[in-house]
Structure formats: C-alpha cells, structure tokens
C-alpha cells in the first residue's frame, strides 16, 4: 500500500536549521511527484514544495525559496527537506504526499492535492521558538 513515514522534525531556535526526511513506499518513486506540505496550528495544510524524482525538477512557494531545499534518493525511495533560517512562522506539521502521477510540479497541482489526496503520514512536528 501507498505509504509515508516522515522524520525529523523537533524544537529549534529563530535562524536554525532541520533536514526532514520522507520515506517513501508502495508506488513507482521514480515517476510520481512528492510534495510537502505543512499545517501550522489552527491552519489549514499548505503545500509548499514539491520535486519530479526523475528529473530532479523542483518547485518552491514564495514563502520557503531560498531557504529550504528539497531533494530525493531515488535508490532509496527517500525524500528530504533541509530547513534553513527558520523563523516562528514555520512552526507547523510537516507531511509529504505524492501528486498524481501525470501532474508536474506547480503551484495549481500541489493547491489540488492539499484537499485531495487520498494518503498521508503522521507528520513530524517543527516548533521554532526562542
């Protein structure tokens, strides 16, 4: 079956860094988007990452670029997050799901599937307080 198991999330300070981790399972890894997304208290999940694990292509929201990077080990069915300069505002839970398989990274597919898809994890959990 479709599975997802993140890890590595914790409590870190203002400006300090985490490397998230999705192990993926039950589907072709290779050819199927995986996303992140992340919902803060009170809010409502928001996807904000999303990479092609086959070509490597990525896509980032306004709100991350520059400070978070996602990327994958095909061999090992794995995705990352490395989390940098973290602020307060990412406190949240963070989970990653795949989009469907004829989706490519954007904006508008990774919007669909925040209410849409049919798998999810746990989540692992991002405080960022001081």
């Known amino acids: 079956e479709v599975q997802f198991v993140e890890s590595g999330g914790g409590l870190v300070q203002p400006g300090g860094s985490l490397r998230l981790s999705c192990q993926a399972s039950?589907?072709?890894?290779?050819?199927?988007?995986i996303a992140w997304f992340r919902q803060a208290p009170g809010k409502e999940r928001e996807g904000f990452s999303c990479i092609q694990p086959r070509d490597q292509l990525t896509y980032y929201g306004d709100s991350v670029k520059v400070r978070f990077t996602i990327s994958s080990d095909n061999a090992r069915k794995m995705v990352y997050l490395q989390l940098n300069s973290l602020k307060p505002a990412d406190t949240a839970v963070y989970y990653c799901?795949?989009?469907?398989?004829?989706?490519?990274?954007?904006?508008?597919?990774?919007?669909?599937?925040?209410?849409?898809?049919?798998?999810w994890g746990q989540g692992t959990r991002v405080t960022v307080s001081s």
């Open positions: 039950g589907f072709d890894f290779d050819n199927v988007p």
């Open positions: 799901a795949a989009l469907l398989s004829f989706f490519d990274c954007t904006k508008q597919s990774i919007k669909y599937m925040e209410k849409h898809s049919a798998y």
